[in-house]
C-alpha cells in the first residue's frame, strides 16, 4: 500500500528549493527614492571614527600629514573629509605635506575625478 510516501529518486529528493526573489527593503526604498531628500550611502560617521584617520602611520618617506590626508581622502565621503579636516588642523598636522617625490596631496589627486571639490576644501581649510 502507498499510505503517503513518495517515490524519488535520490538526486530528486537532495535538491534544494532555493528562493531567488530579491529581498527588498521598501522602507529604505523609499526614503532614497524620494525627491526631497538626499540619498544618503551608508551609515553617519561620528567624530571618534573620522579622527581615527589621524593615527596612520607611513611606511615609508612620506610625510606623516600627507599620508593622513591620503587615507581620509580614500576612506571618508566628501563632508566627512571636510570634518577631517578640521580635525586634523586642529592637531597640527601640515596641509603642505610631501612625499618622496616632493609632491603634495594636491599634486597627487590634481588629475582624479571629483579632485576639485577636495582641492576646494584644503584651499578653505589653509584659509
Given at each position: 500500500m502507498w499510505e503517503g510516501r513518495c517515490f524519488l529518486t535520490a538526486s530528486e529528493a537532495c535538491v534544494p528549493q532555493v528562493d531567488f526573489k530579491p529581498r527588498v527593503n521598501v522602507c529604505r526604498l523609499e526614503s532614497v527614492m524620494r525627491k526631497d531628500?538626499?540619498?544618503?550611502?551608508?551609515?553617519?560617521?561620528?567624530?571618534e571614527q573620522i579622527k581615527l584617520f589621524l593615527d596612520f602611520e607611513p611606511v615609508d618617506a612620506t610625510s606623516p600629514s600627507l599620508h593622513k590626508l591620503i587615507k581620509a581622502y580614500r576612506g571618508l565621503r566628501i563632508?566627512?573629509?571636510?570634518?577631517f579636516l578640521g580635525f586634523f588642523k586642529e592637531a597640527g598636522w601640515d596641509l603642505d605635506g610631501k612625499d618622496e617625490h616632493g609632491q603634495t596631496f594636491v599634486d597627487l589627486i590634481k588629475d582624479q575625478r571629483n579632485a576639485a571639490e577636495y582641492i576646494e576644501l584644503?584651499?578653505?581649510a589653509r584659509g
Open positions: 531628500k538626499k540619498q544618503v550611502i551608508g551609515d553617519e560617521i561620528g567624530d563632508d566627512d573629509f571636510e570634518r584644503i584651499d578653505k
